[in-house]
T-cell receptor, first 115, second 112 residues
Framework: NAGVTQTPKFRILKIGQSMTLQCTQD?????MYWYRQDPGMGLKLIYY???????DKGEVPNGYNVSRSTTEDFPLRLELAAPSQTSVYFC??????????????FGDGTRLSIL | RKEVEQDPGPFNVPEGATVAFNCTYS??????FFWYRQDCRKEPKLLMS???SGNEDGRFTAQLNRASQYISLLIRDSKLSDSATYLC?????????????FGQGTTLQVKP
């Protein structure tokens, strides 16, 4: 069972370039999330999805887009990379848990530098 | 006020010590509570869920005080391998999105 898989693990982009961070999970989880974590800081939610075809903004969505065409995949797109988007990006997923939240399971992260 | 606040840290303790981390949360409607562990430059990993009656997993004990909106994590007999950042995690009060709020974390360094 692979869990949550993110690709690539590392990437360097030039300002203005675009790229897609891939995330896939094989746990049949409905909920998926994208976070960024800057050095020495906590996790900030970028976008999330409660199921295929449904996405919503988190705390810091500007400069990013997402799609959720399947239960398994939740790619994050940067359209015009800016230095402020240099960060570590984590994808996570969780199952629907009735009256309480289930814990989230994280991918290994993508380390992105914009130069 | 932050939605989830943790002790600032870092905590530097000798091997074998007992150390306690505290966390407060602001949303009284929160229902789900977790402690995660994050090693340097790695992804957060679930350490344990926190239940109303308190729960223990080996050397780790978690407590919840709903009246004070306070969560704690106690680590007994600290090991070098316990060195990491510990994240207090709370849901926002609604379970229909699964969204969790992560504290900034408390760093623990266990010294030989």
């Amino acid at each position: 069972n692979a869990g949550v898989t993110q690709t690539p693990k590392f990437r360097i982009l030039k300002i203005g370039q675009s790229m897609t961070l891939q995330c896939t999970q094989d746990m049949n989880h409905n909920y998926m999330y994208w976070y960024r974590q800057d050095p020495g800081m906590g996790l900030k939610l970028i976008y999330y999805s409660v199921g295929a075809g449904i996405t919503d903004k988190g705390e810091v969505p500007n400069g990013y887009n997402v799609s959720r065409s399947t239960t398994e995949d939740f790619p994050l797109r940067l359209e015009l990379a800016a230095p402020s988007q240099t960060s570590v990006y984590f994808c996570a997923s969780s199952s629907r848990g009735g009256s309480s939240n289930q814990p989230q399971h994280f991918g290994d992260g993508t380390r992105l530098s914009i130069l | 006020r932050k939605e989830v606040e943790q002790d600032p840290g870092p905590f530097n303790v000798p091997e074998g010590a007992t150390v306690a981390f505290n966390c407060t949360y602001s949303n009284s409607a929160s229902q789900s509570f977790f402690w995660y562990r994050q090693d340097c430059r790695k992804e957060p990993k679930l350490l344990m869920s926190v239940y109303s009656s308190g729960n223990e997993d080996g050397r780790f004990t978690a407590q919840l005080n709903r009246a004070s909106q306070y969560i704690s994590l106690l680590i007994r007999d600290s090991k070098l391998s316990d060195s990491a950042t510990y994240l207090c995690v709370v849901n926002r009060g609604s379970s229909n999105t699964g969204k969790l709020i992560f504290g900034q974390g408390t760093t623990l360094q266990v010294k030989p």
